[in-house]
Every structure is written in C-alpha cells, then in structure tokens.
C-alpha cells in the first residue's frame, strides 16, 4: 500500500513538473516575441498574434489577437476550408462542346456552344485536346456559330474594391466561368508575354504571345542594345483594353523574361483561341463568334473535367492563385446557392463559419483572395479556424496543400521555399501579402514535438519584407522553444 502511494505521489510530482517546465517555456518565447513586436521594422505598425495548442485549442499566447485587421492572403485559409467543406474534396469543374444541331457526315448542321464550367485550370492544351476529339468524331465544318457561354457565374469580372491598377496584373485577372491560364498552374484570365533578343542593336526585341492571342494588339516600343547594357522592359495593359504597350531596352543575347498579363475579357478570349484550334486542325468555321447561353435542348459532344478540388486548391494554397479562390468562392455560391455571385457565395461562406463557432459578425469578407483592403479578420479568429477543421475528413488534403517551410522544390514549398529554412519540414503555413500588409498562419511542431496553431498579421507596414523577417524570428522561436 504505501509503496503504491510512493508511486502516485511521484506521478502527482512530476507531472506538476512537466506542466511547470511547459509554462516556463511558454513565458520564455512570450517574451521574446513580445520584444521583436517593438522592432523598429514594426514601429507604428499594427499587430495580431494569437498562438494555440493544436491538440487542445487553448490560446498559449496573443498579442491584440481580437483585433481587426487586413489578412491579405491568409483569407485563402477561410476560402479553401469552405470550398472543401461545401463543394467537396471530389467537385470537379466541366467545360462542355455542346450543339442544337445534327451531325451529317462531316458537317456540324447547327451551332457549336463552348459551355464554361468555371474551370480555372483550363488551359490552351485542354481547348486543343477537346477540338481534336471534335475532329476524332469526323467533323470538319461547323456550318453554324461558334457561341460562348459564361452564364454559369454572374457578369460581374472583379471584385468590389479590386483598383484598376491590379487589373492588368496575373493576380487581379477578370473572373469568368469561362476562361483559360496563360500555363498550369497559374492564374486563370491570363496571357503569358515573351520577350526575346532579336539580331540586331538598335531594332525591336522580338515579342511572342503564350498562349497565341492573334486579336491581343501589340504596341511594341522596345529596343534592342549592346550586351553590356541593363533589361529595362516594362510591359501593360490599359484598362478595358487588349492591347498590350511593351517598352524598354533589351540587351542583345540577354535570356528571354516572361510576365503573365490579364486579358480585358475572358471569355472573348476563350473564344477566340477555341476559333484559332479550329483553324489550326483544319475545321471549317462558316458562321460567326458570339456570345449566348446554351440551350436546354443541346447534346454534349464533348466534355473536359478538372482535376478533383482536392487537387486545384494546391496551387491555390502553395502559390497564392487569387482567381482559384475567386472562382472557388462563386463557385460555392451556385452550388450550394444556385447564384453565381460573389455575395451569396461569401453569405454562405459566413454561414458555415458560424457553424465552426465563429462570430461573422466580427469579421469583414469581401472577395476570396484576400486582395481587398476591406477584408477585414482577427489573428484568435483564423487560429479557431485552423483548430476546429483538424476533425474535418479533408483535413489532410488542406494541410498538405499549405507550403512547407524551406523546401526548395516549388510544387511543396510554395511561398515559403525560401523561408524559414533551418525549421524544414516543422511549419505549413499560408503566406500573405499586399501593399503595407504581411501575414503568416498555420502549423507547426516544436522540437519537442508540440503541435501549435499559429496567426502572425502585421498591417500598416512600410516595407513588407522586412516585416516577414520579423515573422520568421517569432515562428523559429516557437519551433525551436
């Protein structure tokens, strides 16, 4: 008997030990990190920290982590767990070939409809594959229009607060259910812009479109100089317009520099280049390019799937693709709403979050992305959410989809391939950035094996980068404590 009493007392001991060495280690990095929040890379910034044990959802540590601020692409966070929730890890995108006409012989008696699906990997080799299975079933003239149809989502191409300076750029492409990437993975909306040395100083750089865009106008300013001589190009696009203005110097045998650009119209865009696959596979188009929607009475001559949703939000969430979320978030809505529309997909967004246990009332959402200055979280508000969907089935589809801390390789590192590299492996988090804004959230495994839920938002600074260093100390502290 007292050897067992011996026993539990010794348990009672050091169990209180471990819990008191915890809490020591916990005051530890609370104020080692309460001293980087008075850097001078973050003097009259504003700051939102709140840290979590990830097996019980106790807050360890906040920093004003009630506070409102912009989480610039930490909402990606919020939009990726609702579209996997309500759309499903399975939901897949489908852009459809379908007629209201007949097929005699070799001629498509009727109209050709391009029915857009909401893809937002659809790519220039997708449009080809689905134009040579057109010509697989023998068709080689479309005798009556070709006809686009976008109705899937609303006409509505960007965001509320989304300023006319980002629409030229990759990262603020105009949203349509029927679009197409400049290249895998990247943003959808898009044209991938090469410019390349020509012979000779004093001429023009040579300019090539990718995918091909032959009704894009170029205005191309450029001039070829001497090796010894610095690349000054600069590439835009005016707002609603397609012609891109290219200028600079380039300097002779300099390696060819890509940019992704937005185009003015999606859909136009896609429409235009399905007419090019045509005339490239010899496919006679007789009749006109339009845009209509679909008749209930048409057939499906072919059919394009995306990869499962669990897929698509890898880029989404390890590259910080903006028109994924945007489309994932219209998406939800005519799923799930029968609107394909920003606000009803943001509306039933904030009525799941609810169910989480998140007050909406406190929070401001206005795109998918996080690119709105409006946005509008708190750090304790994005750690609840990363601790409660832990017992959702497609957890391990979101975890994996986050970066991993200082793995080079692109398609895991993501946006943290270059960051953070001696915690390799012990920290997934999503990246966020936009104009006087940085934030970090996610995982991460201490040394001594804890796991921990963290949120890191700095607003109002005046460089970014210098403030991310700022959240690399706070996040090595905590793996290393």
């Not at 009704?215 to 191309?220: D, K, L, P, Y």
């Not at 304790?380 to 497609?394: A, C, G, M, R, S």
Request: some cysteine.
């Amino acid at each position: 008997m007292k050897r067992w009493l011996f026993i539990c007392w010794l348990m009672v001991v050091f169990s209180g030990s471990t819990t008191a060495l915890a809490e020591q280690t916990n005051v530890t990095w609370a104020r080692q990190i309460d001293k980087l929040t008075q850097h001078k890379y973050l003097e009259h910034a504003q700051v939102g920290i709140s840290i979590r044990s990830a097996e019980n959802g106790k807050i360890l540590y906040q920093n004003n982590g009630d506070n409102r601020l912009h989480p610039a692409s930490n909402l990606k966070l919020i939009t990726s767990a609702m579209a996997l929730e309500l759309l499903g890890v399975e939901h897949r995108f489908e852009t459809e070939f379908r007629t209201d006409g007949e097929q005699h012989w070799s001629i498509l008696d009727g109209d050709l409809y391009i029915k857009g699906g909401g893809d937002p990997s659809l790519t220039m080799t997708d449009i080809e594959d689905m134009v040579l299975a057109l010509k697989s079933q023998g068709i080689k003239v479309l005798k009556g229009d070709l006809i686009a149809d976008d109705s899937r989502y609303d006409s509505i191409r960007h965001s509320k607060d989304l300023p006319w300076s980002d629409e030229e750029t990759y990262y603020g492409s105009a949203i349509s259910a029927l679009t197409v990437a400049a290249e895998e993975g990247s943003d959808t909306g898009t044209v991938a812009v090469e410019v390349n040395s020509s012979e000779h100083v004093g001429g023009k750089a040579n300019i090539r479109l990718v995918p091909a865009y032959g009704t894009m106008s170029i205005v191309n300013n450029t001039k070829m100089v001497s090796e010894d001589n610095i690349e000054t190009i600069a590439i835009t696009r005016e707002h609603g317009e397609e012609t891109l203005y290219i200028s600079g110097e380039f300097p002779k045998n300099h390696e060819a520099i890509q940019q992704i650009i937005s185009v003015w119209n999606p859909t136009d865009y896609v429409i235009r280049l399905v007419d090019q696959a045509l005339k490239k596979h010899n496919i006679i188009h007789l009749g006109h390019s339009l845009r209509k929607k679909t008749p209930s009475q048409s057939d499906v001559l072919i059919s394009h799937q995306s990869e499962p949703l669990g897929k698509l939000i890898v880029p989404l969430m390890k590259y910080s693709n903006n028109s994924y979320a945007e489309i994932f978030v219209k998406e939800i809505g005519k799923v799930c709403g029968r609107n394909g529309s920003w606000q009803k997909g943001i509306e039933l967004e904030k009525e799941k979050l609810q169910q989480l246990g998140i007050d909406t009332d406190k929070i401001v959402i206005r795109d998918g992305s996080g690119l709105s200055h409006i946005n509008l979280v708190t750090a304790n508000t994005v750690t609840n959410l990363l601790f409660e969907i832990q017992k959702y089935p497609w957890f391990h589809t979101y975890l994996e989809a986050l970066p991993i801390a200082g793995v080079q390789r692109k398609e895991i590192g993501g946006t943290l391939r270059h960051r953070l590299g001696k915690t390799k492996g012990r920290v997934q988090a999503k990246t966020g950035t936009i104009s006087t804004v940085t934030a970090l959230s996610g995982y991460l495994k201490t040394d001594h094996e804890d796991d921990l839920v963290f949120s890191i938002i700095f607003n109002n600074v005046l460089d970014e980068e210098k403030a991310k260093k700022i959240e690399d100390e706070i996040v090595s502290i905590l793996v290393h404590s």
